[in-house]
DNA sequence: TTCACTGCAAATCATTTGCAAGGCC
DNA sequence: GGCCTTGCAAATGATTTGCAGTGAA
């Protein structure tokens, strides 16, 4: 069995030909797609596959929590197929986001002064500015 | 001189009635809220006052650093006149946001793994999950 | 047969754009 | 006069909704 179809099952998710090739997609690229790159690859290969079924297959996904949706762009909605701790860059410049590693689960270890009482579910820290290769031009 | 006036003088804005009534709006409401609620309350003020132009003020104070753009809620924008350091919380029940105070600058102390060669020049961290109110319910 | 999944077309809604009118230096 | 600001109306574009066809158990 394929990793994503195994991440489905995992998740409980039912497996179809299209929501195998979008969580395919999403564990194999690395530039937390939008809506729209998604469609543009896949319809290649599946030439049917309509932006409805992505959008309903990627809420399915975040909903059961086998992906992450990212707002770090102000336009359209990005997703992440790594659920595990980071943090995000977007670069102002070429508008490419990066995964920012973090050591030791620093974001476990944030202390507030005023949480009493909210129940966190999701944390998520968004960073902007400069990538490297735009700094530099 | 207000507040509001002052606050635009400080970031080399020019003022107008509309343009201190938004930044008056923002400075008195902790509520981050949407270019819809501004609108809604100052129209009854200031009777022709679109949201066109609510839109093209939000975004100069924003690009001054006048104020905080917040992408913490999925569908509209929200913004923050409140623009030292502290996280956003959104409850998925009421839909509200609060802001969440950090100790000692906690996110000034973040150690990333890889963030060498960026240049970053903003730093959000938002949450999500329950308010008191909504978790006794 | 049933029911979930898919996909087209239309609708929605926040935001942006084009442009003309008004106000301030 | 010239430029910045404002605001209406129209355009844009991402996302959602309605609904009918398809396919698998």
Known sequence: MSKA????????IKPSVQRVAIM???????????????HHELSERIETLSK??????????AEAGA???LNI???????DGDTSQHAHF???GCGNIFDIRLK?????SINFESTSGFEITE???YLKGLCPECKNQ
Chains 1, 2 share one sequence.
């Open 5 to 12: 179809a195994e991440r489905l099952k995992e998740y409980g």
């Open 24 to 38: 395919e997609y999403l564990l194999n690229h690395k530039n937390h797609p939008t809506v729209d790159m998604i």
């Open 52 to 61: 409805t079924t992505i959008y309903n297959t990627l809420k399915l996904f």
């Open 67 to 69: 992906i992450l949706t």
């Open 73 to 79: 762009d102000e336009n359209t909605t990005r997703y």
């Open 90 to 92: 977007k670069c102002c």
């Open 104 to 108: 030791n689960e620093e974001l476990e």
């Open 123 to 125: 944390k998520e820290l």
